[in-house]
């Protein structure tokens, strides 16, 4: 959700900063043209009144028409600028550099034809940064009422374009520096508004996973969602409570139950007695007392397993696989089954001991029962990237598409092997004894015939 978020919250940002910015800019720029146009129309205005005494033709106009000629030149060469006094038929009473004329068309004939009009110029179009452009500004010379002259100013750009960029540059700066601190608020106010989020997902994670007492913290972020934290909390508490309950009163269910089973067994044996020795009633009887008294100790297992919490360890599954491969050796050669141990020398990965020693029993004892004799169940340890995993293959009749999905369901076992003795909670038993540290159990085919058990163990600690 962050990854989803922050950009958002950039972007918005960042459209805002630049909606902001290019009005500026282009009023940055406007305000530096309209500047040089201000200062060049005070200059046309103090040359126009030199030019108005000088329009007729005397020795006094002469002298001063010298003066003017020296002051254009003065003013060219000090700020390269072009300037001069024109008739209205374009005939130069002073003019520096002395090379420069009217141009015929273009802002320069513009400005000359409105000043003939008696209006001074105003508002010449906008020069960017990147044009080469040039600002003209003329101002007629009135005398008597009639515009007898035009002063023009040709003024060059550059300056003007070198301050408005310096000025675009401080501005970029400041909407990058401003983008910066927005990010950085926009990184916190996401990392603040979803950490009841993020613990939210972790306790979900870790009470699907089993880990029943997973909680969060109500103490940080908007006060929404610390609503919601609470209340997931009320909710995960009752669902433990629920799920205490269930296993307390299947715990209870089984140990209660044993009692006045043991007792009925014993009264059984003691008919037995009465009885022809080969009576196939009694047999069948004894038969499934004994399988009661097993689903009850599985019932009874299944409870503590749920209820117990994992003895996580770093530990070397190779030696803890191989000895638990050597106990079931001796019933594997009763059966005429090969049982091997094969791959990685040493691989480590977090579990509980117990736990998972229990569950190899529970997959290597399924295997074995399935496999016929002169077949093969391999034990296969080998260490991943982020997984270190135990393979148990064996050779027997395997399961159908449907039954895979089925299989380590309680109380489950396929219609094919009801023959076979076993509760159906073995392999339920050994998925709640993985769940608890962090490990897995999946089942598959192994081809040609048989079936692929696979134990998955994490390499890092779970939960960090």
């Known amino acids: 959700m962050r990854s989803r978020l922050l950009p958002l919250l950039i972007v918005l940002m960042a459209a805002v900063l630049v909606t ?123 005398r008597d009422g009639d515009v007898v002259a035009v002063v023009v100013i040709d003024s060059p750009t550059g300056e003007m374009r070198s301050r408005i960029v310096r000025t675009w540059l401080l501005i970029g700066l400041g909407e990058a ?54 209340s997931f909390n009320e909710m995960a508490d009752n669902v433990e409570d629920v799920l205490e309950q269930q296993r307390a009163f299947v715990a209870d269910a089984s140990h209660q139950l044993r009692n006045p089973l043991a007792a009925l067994l014993l009264r059984i044996e003691l008919l037995a007695l009465e009885l022809p020795e080969d009576s196939e009633e009694i047999a069948a009887v004894r038969t499934e007392g004994k399988r009661l008294a097993r689903v009850l100790d599985d019932l009874l297992d299944l409870a503590l397993a749920e209820h117990a919490e994992a003895d996580l360890q770093l530990i070397d599954l190779v030696p803890l696989t191989a000895e638990r491969v050597a106990s079931w050796r001796p019933m594997a050669d009763r059966e005429g089954v090969r049982l091997t141990l094969e791959g990685a020398p040493a691989a480590t990965a977090w579990a509980d001991p117990v736990a998972l020693s229990s569950a190899l029993d529970a997959v290597i004892d399924n295997a074995l029962k399935f496999t016929p004799a002169g077949e093969d169940v391999t034990v296969t340890v080998a260490a991943g990237t982020r997984t270190t995993t135990v393979v148990v293959a064996d050779r027997g009749p395997g399961l159908t598409e449907a039954e895979l999905e089925r299989v380590g369901d309680r109380f489950w076992r396929s219609t094919r092997h009801q023959n076979v003795s076993g509760s159906g909670l073995g392999l339920s038993i050994s998925r709640v004894l993985l769940a608890a540290g962090g490990g897995s159990i999946a089942y598959e085919h192994h081809a040609p015939h048989g079936l692929r058990v696979t134990v998955s163990l994490p390499r890092e600690r779970p939960g960090g």
Do not use: C
């Not at 520096?96 to 802002?107: M, T």
């Not at 209006?119 to 906008?126: E, G």
């Not at 603040?192 to 979900?204: H, I, S």
């Open 177 to 230: 520096l401003a983008l910066l601190v927005a990010v950085a608020a926009a990184v916190r106010l996401t990392g603040w508004v979803l950490l009841p989020v993020r613990t939210l997902d972790a306790a979900t994670r870790d009470i699907a996973g089993g880990r029943m007492r997973s909680r969060v913290a109500a103490s940080a972020g908007p006060p929404e969602l610390r609503h919601l934290a609470r």
């Open 20 to 142: 902001l910015g290019f009005p500026l800019a282009i009023s940055v720029a406007a305000a530096e043209q309209q500047r040089l146009v201000i200062d060049r129309i005070d200059d046309t205005a103090r040359f126009a009144a030199l030019a108005q005494a000088i329009t007729d033709i005397s020795p006094d106009s002469e002298e001063r028409r010298r003066t003017l000629q020296t002051d254009l030149e003065v003013y060219a060469s000090v700020y390269d600028i072009r300037a001069g006094v024109f008739f209205q038929d374009d005939r130069a009473l002073a003019k520096a550099p002395g090379s420069w004329a009217l141009p015929a068309e273009g802002e320069g004939r513009t400005a000359f034809d409105e000043a003939l009009l008696g209006r001074r110029s105003h508002d010449p179009p906008q020069v960017w940064p990147w044009q080469n452009g040039r600002v003209v500004v003329a101002s007629p010379v009135v």
